[in-house]
């Protein structure tokens, strides 16, 4: 299947920079449908929203999304960014945007993609959107969106993390984006740990299921923690020294940094911090990332079929393949 990503921190199309704090207009566009998001140098944000008249039909964790080019409207809002995971229940609140009160929650969201709750999602902007926008998986009878929502580029600091953020939602409530695509090691993790913030606001404020979405993300690469400012060799060297893995099965650069590393041991402490970053008990769709490029190569076609062979191994036994 192939993928289209829209990747929001490009600035074209919708996306501009205000290089000064001069009086800020809205962007033009006619029709458009994804909401213009624009950085202040304070570090503060800009953006379009849906209105209280946009979302007044969504009143119960059933009611579907009725939004339409109809009934479209942008309301400004400006809000500093600093620290901005952190505070995602304050700005919900300043939002006003429905007659709902919200506050994060820390317990993982239930659920997984399921094909009754997808094939909800598909129905919820039928006005707008293609009728083969959506298709089924090949393997599985999930509706899926043919484009989905990407959230590799980006800087790990806050103002893309409200970026990424608003995205995730403006591309859920339009109801044409069903699928989100990120990895532990994209922007230092803050990218799934944004993600997983505005998956708590949609399901908890907005009403949409988990299960309408199919969530995507990737390990392989050594990450690093922007927030925890942790190092990649933290991640290993927790391993070796409890005798887990040998430093040998880690794939390391020529500035003795590790890189990469598929070893059953490595992928279940990154499969643990996905999903408390994304705030999930469950994930549809894990990837071993890059392998080929990574491993395949540096070590013997041998080796890397052992090790890729013990890396599915791990991965089927823990049901992370739809």
């Given amino acids: 299947m192939k993928k289209m990503f829209l990747h929001i921190l490009k600035q074209q199309g919708a996306m501009q920079s205000i290089k000064s704090s001069a009086a800020i207009q809205p962007i033009a566009k006619k029709n458009l449908s994804v909401k213009a998001i624009s950085a202040l140098p304070s570090k503060q944000a800009h953006f379009l929203y849906f209105s209280q008249a946009n979302l007044n039909q969504i009143k119960t964790k059933n009611s579907l999304l009725k939004l339409s080019k109809q009934n479209f409207s942008k309301v400004n809002y400006t809000y500093d960014t600093r620290d901005f995971l952190s505070k995602t229940g304050d700005y919900e609140s300043q939002i006003d945007d429905l007659n709902t009160n919200y506050s994060y929650s820390d317990v993982p969201l239930p ?66 984006v069903n699928v989100i695509d990120t990895a532990i090691n994209y922007r230092y993790m803050k990218s799934e740990k944004s993600i997983g913030k505005a998956l708590n606001a949609l399901t ?61 041991e490595f992928l279940a402490q990154q499969l643990t911090l996905s999903l408390r970053n994304l705030g999930l008990e469950t994930l549809d769709i894990m990837y071993l990332h890059n392998v080929v490029e990574s491993q395949g190569a540096v070590l013997t076609p041998e080796l890397f079929e052992k090790r890729l062979t013990k890396a599915f191994e791990f991965l089927v036994f823990f049901n992370c393949l739809i």
Wanted: proline share 4%; charged share 30%.
């Fill in 204 to 264: 908890l404020k907005y009403g949409i299921d988990r299960r309408e979405l199919l969530i995507c993300s990737k390990i392989g690469y050594v990450p690093e923690d922007a927030d925890g400012g942790l190092r990649a060799h933290s991640f290993v060297q927790e391993l070796v020294e409890d005798k887990k893995m040998e430093i040998d099965d880690v794939i390391f650069d020529e500035k003795n940094r590790p890189v990469h590393c598929m070893h059953p």
């Fill in 111 to 176: 659920g997984f993609a399921t094909s009754e709750a997808t094939e909800k999602y598909s129905q919820r902007n039928r006005q707008e959107t293609h009728k083969e926008h959506f298709r089924t998986l090949y393997n599985e009878p999930l509706k899926v969106s043919s484009m989905g929502l990407g959230t590799y580029i980006g800087a790990p600091d806050d103002i893309n993390d409200f970026y990424i953020y608003n995205a995730v939602k403006t591309c859920v409530l339009s109801g044409a």
